[in-house]
T-cell receptor, first 112, second 118 residues
Framework: AQRVTQPEKLLSVFKGAPVELKCNYSYSGSPELFWYVQYSRQRLQLLLRHISRESIKGFTADLNKGETSFHLKKPFAQEEDSAMYYCARGPSLKTSYDKVIFGPGTSLSVIP | ETGVTQTPRHLVMGMTNKKSLKCEQHLGHNAMYWYKQSAKKPLELMFVYSLEERVENNSVPSRFSPECPNSSHLFLHLHTLQPEDSALYLC?????????????????FGSGTRLTVV
């Protein structure tokens, strides 16, 4: 079965410390990977996509096909980064629709 | 409101009731989705509609019945639910780019409907 795993349910870091949210995936073919974020009392929203190779709010994520990982990183955590983070993967094969599978999520808490 | 709008925000229903959840998007997207988010499980895909046609039913019980009358609206009809169906139901939309491997896409989510079955 295609799966996305996030080994940490909760992660606490101090403000200014580096943060890494882990994500591993099972795959068949070439996957598309995403990170979504849900801040308190806000809707779930797309943070970044591996295909774009972008940095959003200081976060980056590198796809490592050898380790089947897509860890989310930020060198200096800020209090406003406290949120729920979901790793997700898209379909590996050509499909006529988006089918995104989500991991269980990691709750990040940045301590002032 | 722009984006994806879901109503109602909260719903409490008995096991014998019939109710419907509504989702509306004003983004010009052509694909819409229902997800279930419960406390102890990852986000679960329930239904996918692309170009108003249901393309996936992820083994969802028949007490959940989706309807997509047009590309902007999506409903989830509920009847004879169980307490374990209590959850946050999220609607999402995206632009289906057709036959491609890599697409510049992502989901836009609604705020969800918090459903409690009593």
């Amino acid at each position: 079965a295609q799966r996305v795993t996030q080994p940490e349910k909760l992660l606490s870091v101090f403000k200014g410390a580096p943060v890494e949210l882990k994500c591993n995936y099972s795959y068949s073919g070439s996957p598309e990977l995403f990170w979504y974020v849900q801040y308190s009392r806000q809707r779930l929203q797309l943070l970044l996509r591996h295909i774009s190779r972008e940095s959003i709010k200081g976060f980056t994520a590198d796809l490592n096909k050898g380790e089947t990982s897509f860890h989310l990183k930020k060198p200096f955590a800020q209090e406003e980064d406290s949120a729920m983070y979901y790793c997700a993967r898209g379909p590996s094969l050509k499909t006529s629709y988006d089918k995104v599978i989500f991991g269980p999520g990691t709750s990040l808490s940045v301590i002032p | 409101e722009t984006g994806v709008t879901q109503t109602p925000r909260h719903l409490v229903m008995g096991m014998t009731n019939k109710k419907s959840l509504k989702c509306e998007q004003h983004l010009g997207h052509n694909a819409m989705y229902w997800y279930k988010q419960s406390a102890k499980k990852p986000l679960e895909l329930m239904f996918v509609y692309s170009l108003e046609e249901r393309v996936e039913n992820n083994s969802v019980p028949s007490r959940f019945s989706p309807e997509c009358p047009n590309s902007s609206h999506l409903f989830l009809h509920l009847h004879t639910l169980q307490p374990e169906d209590s959850a946050l139901y999220l609607c999402a939309s995206s632009q289906d780019l057709g036959d491609r491997v890599y697409g510049n896409y992502g989901y836009t989510f609604g705020s969800g409907t918090r459903l409690t079955v009593v």
